[in-house]
Structures are given as structure tokens and as C-alpha cells.
């Protein structure tokens, strides 16, 4: 059962997408983009000095903020969780009128690490998703007790395996050294399977 609902989840994520706005010229390319929840925007400055600032300090109305600083020559990426419209802009040429937005529809497929995760009743944080060296996953509801917690890549290879002790509902698990991508997390509560899902940016 396990391997039909991994083979699920597997074309689930891979369904998901990524898209490329080239930086030259001063401008964004495409300037204007619509995506679904959970697909990945690249932004890959091929000519110049420029960034990305998505940030929420300067754009309040974005749902949340993303950006990088300001360089030639580099790649930058960011997955786009929830949904909603979101303008950006690069610094040095905002005044040429070099600017961009993101339309992004549908539901977020990553777990928020403000709002917790509601899984068959009980109250799951998984956090920070996307994760970069560490992540976290706490039960809130004392009811509920962690077993075991796996992660495997998409073709289902184990990368990590822990038994968790009785009565623990707190763990920090290392990521570092996932190279970037989804990955999926299965975890044993109560003597039940659940399947999660996080990005390593």
C-alpha cells in the first residue's frame, strides 16, 4: 500500500513546475507571470547588476517575501507557497521601470510555519518549508506520539530513518546535505502511516 501511495505522491510533485524569467536588458523576462501554488520561479540574471526584491517591506500587499542581493551573474530561485499576487522589483533600476509580478493561483502545497498542518485530526508543524540546514516536525496535540519518521527522495530511496522514544513529540532533523529539490517525509503516529512532503531550497 505504501509503494501505491508513494507512486502517488511521486506524480503529484512531479506535476508541480518550474519557470525561468531571464534578467538582461534591464529587464525582467517575462515581466508578468501566472503559476500554480507550489511551482518554482528562477530568475537567472544572465547580463548586468541586478536583484530581486519581492519583499514584503517594500511591497506590504505580497503575501509573503522573497528576494536576494544585489550581483551579476547569479541564479536565484524561490517557491511560491501561497497563493496570491506578488510584485517585485530589481533596486538599481527600479527607476527604468524595471519591475515584474507573479500571479499565483490554487491552494499552498507546503506547510506554513505560522499555521500548522490538520492531518485526520490531529495537528501536525513541519517547518521551515522550504528547508535549508534543518527541519523541524512538532505534534500539538498531546494526544498523538511519534513512532518513527522517514525521509526518502522521489523514487523512494531512504536517505533517513529514527525511532523515536516514547513520549517524544518534538524533532530536528538535518537537511543540509539534501541536495535541492521535494522530498517526501513519512512518519509513524499512533501506530498510523502519515506522508508529508518539503522542499530543500
Not at 70 to 84: D, E, P, Q
Not at 99 to 116: E, L, N, R, W
Not at 143 to 169: C, M, N, T, Y
Request: hydrophobic content about 35%; proline content about 5%.
Amino acid at each position: 500500500m505504501l509503494t501505491a501511495v508513494m507512486l502517488s505522491l511521486t506524480i503529484t510533485l512531479f506535476g508541480q513546475t518550474s519557470h525561468v524569467v531571464n534578467i538582461s536588458n534591464n529587464t525582467f523576462s517575462p515581466k508578468e507571470l501566472t503559476i500554480s501554488a507550489g511551482d518554482t520561479v528562477i530568475w537567472k540574471n544572465n547580463q548586468g547588476t541586478h536583484n530581486v526584491n519581492g519583499k514584503t517591506g517594500t511591497y506590504p500587499s505580497n503575501p509573503e517575501s522573497f528576494g536576494n542581493n544585489t550581483g551579476s551573474g547569479w541564479t536565484y530561485m524561490h517557491v511560491f507557497n501561497i497563493a496570491g499576487n506578488y510584485d517585485y522589483r530589481c533596486d538599481p533600476h527600479y527607476s527604468l521601470g524595471m519591475t515584474g509580478k507573479i500571479f499565483v493561483d490554487g491552494t499552498a502545497t507546503g506547510y506554513s510555519p505560522v499555521i500548522p498542518a490538520t492531518t485526520a485530526g490531529e495537528r501536525i508543524l513541519i517547518y521551515p518549508n522550504p528547508a535549508t540546514d534543518y527541519l523541524i516536525i512538532s505534534l500539538q496535540s498531546g494526544d498523538e506520539e511519534f513512532q518513527s519518521i522517514r525521509i526518502l527522495d522521489l523514487v523512494g530511496k531512504e536517505l533517513i530513518s529514527a525511532d523515536v522514544p516514547s513520549g517524544i513529540s518534538y524533532q530536528r532533523l538535518n537537511v543540509s546535505q539534501f541536495n535541492p529539490g521535494l522530498y517526501i517525509m513519512q512518519v509513524e503516529i499512533n501506530n498510523e502511516s502519515r506522508i508529508f512532503k518539503f522542499i530543500k531550497k
